[in-house]
């Protein structure tokens, strides 16, 4: 039993009977009222989870079955949804359609160009179809002399007789002799008085000099030498380099300028003629052709 001396608020210090039980007392207190409901709700939430746990484990298999037949159905949704999308949109066909074949394409191969031919007097010599003047003449002397310069090459790798060779080696100076002198009293003089460029005519003249002075030791040189040979070999490359440089620069200045280039072929044949000796083949040639270069240009000339 307790006694008055007991705390406030406990339930002895609120019943009213001293002389009553202290357990009777607490079980007609508020307190025991409370605590026995909150006991009772959790024992209510207790029951309601047991009853909710094996609810539910009997009834997972069906959700779980109609779980997998929504999401299977929602697969087939997606995929009639995404097969509609992909057949809707024009660039999912244009990435999904079958590459088309490849259009064969037939490759034609250029025709290679032929590889640029040195320039010569053949390829260089002007080909125009009118009345035979001074340049024909001089392009006639070129090829003429050309021919002969090859003549020789072919003689000096058969190891000719030395006296075979050494008349045609005359007969190719005394041609550059005669054309030189003519080009010199009569051709570059009438080109410089038609303002044909000086600096051309000073370099021909040049050239002249060193053709003159292999020609000088041509002539005056044994063909059984060791350099006969090489002598006319190197006067025919420093003839041709000059025949080319007078078809591609001078010659094309000389047709558009106003000289008389026909009043000049007739001047510069007739001092030809003197300058050439008479047992020559030249001189026989021009006999021939009656005071005319019987040259391939001329020739050509002569039938137009």
Same mark, same amino acid.
């Given at each position: 039993?307790?006694?008055?001396?007991?705390?406030?608020?406990?339930?002895?210090? %609120?019943r009213?009977?001293?002389?009553?039980?202290? *357990?009777v007392?607490?079980?007609?207190? %508020?307190?025991?009222?409370?605590a026995?409901?909150?006991?009772?709700?959790?024992?209510?939430?207790?029951?309601?989870? %047991?009853?909710?746990?094996?609810?539910?484990?009997s009834? =997972?298999?069906?959700?779980?079955?109609? &779980?997998? #037949?929504?999401?299977?159905?929602?697969?087939?949704?997606?995929?009639?949804?995404?097969?509609?999308?992909?057949?809707?949109?024009?660039?999912?066909?244009?990435?999904? &359609?079958?590459?088309a074949?490849?259009?064969?394409?037939?490759?034609?191969? !250029?025709?290679? %160009?032929?590889?640029?031919?040195?320039?010569?007097?053949?390829?260089?010599?002007?080909?125009?179809?009118?009345?035979?003047? &001074?340049?024909?003449?001089?392009?006639?002397?070129?090829? *003429?002399?050309?021919?002969?310069? #090859?003549?020789?090459?072919?003689?000096?790798?058969? *190891?000719?007789?030395?006296?075979q060779?050494?008349?045609?080696?005359?007969?190719?100076?005394?041609?550059l002799? =005669?054309?030189?002198?003519?080009?010199e009293?009569?051709?570059?003089?009438? =080109?410089?008085?038609?303002?044909?460029?000086?600096?051309?005519?000073?370099?021909?003249?040049?050239?002249?000099?060193?053709?003159?002075?292999?020609?000088?030791?041509i002539?005056g040189?044994?063909?059984?030498d060791?350099?006969?040979?090489? #002598?006319?070999?190197?006067?025919?490359?420093?003839?041709?380099?000059?025949?080319v440089?007078?078809?591609t620069?001078?010659?094309t200045?000389c047709?558009r300028?106003?000289?008389?280039?026909?009043?000049?072929?007739?001047?510069?044949? !007739?001092?030809?003629?003197?300058?050439?000796?008479?047992?020559?083949?030249?001189?026989? =040639?021009?006999?021939d052709?009656?005071?005319?270069?019987?040259g391939?240009?001329?020739?050509?000339?002569s039938?137009?």
């Open positions: 039993m307790a006694d008055d001396k007991t705390k406030r608020g406990s339930p002895d210090s %609120k009213l009977n001293k002389s009553e039980p202290y *357990e007392a607490y079980a007609k207190s %508020k307190r025991a009222k409370g026995a409901s909150k006991t009772a709700k959790k024992s209510a939430k207790s029951s309601a989870k %047991k009853a909710t746990t094996r609810s539910g484990s009834r =997972a298999p069906a959700a779980g079955s109609r &779980a997998r #037949k929504t999401s299977s159905g929602g697969k087939s949704s997606s995929r009639a949804s995404s097969s509609r999308a992909k057949s809707a949109s024009p660039a999912m066909k244009r990435t999904n &359609a079958a590459p074949a490849k259009k064969s394409r037939t490759t034609t191969r !250029a025709t290679p %160009k032929p590889p640029k031919e040195e320039k010569t007097a053949e390829n260089t010599a002007p080909k125009t179809m009118r009345e035979a003047d &001074a340049v024909d003449l001089l392009t006639d002397d070129h090829l *003429e002399v050309g021919a002969l310069f #090859k003549q020789y090459e072919k003689l000096a790798k058969k *190891e000719a007789p030395a006296e060779r050494r008349t045609l080696a005359q007969t190719i100076c005394d041609m002799k =005669a054309h030189t002198t003519i080009e009293e009569i051709f570059y003089p009438a =080109a410089r008085r038609a303002g044909i460029d000086a600096d051309l005519l000073d370099e021909a003249d040049i050239e002249h000099a060193s053709a003159k002075d292999l020609i000088a030791q002539e040189g044994d063909a059984d060791d350099h006969y040979d090489a #002598k006319v070999k190197v006067l025919g490359e420093y003839i041709t380099h000059h025949v440089e007078e078809h620069e001078m010659f200045k047709r300028s106003d000289m008389d280039l026909i009043g000049l072929r007739s001047e510069m044949e !007739a001092r030809k003629m003197a300058l050439v000796p008479e047992g020559s083949e030249e001189a026989s =040639a021009a006999n052709g009656k005071g005319k270069s019987t391939i240009l001329a020739s050509l000339f039938k137009a």
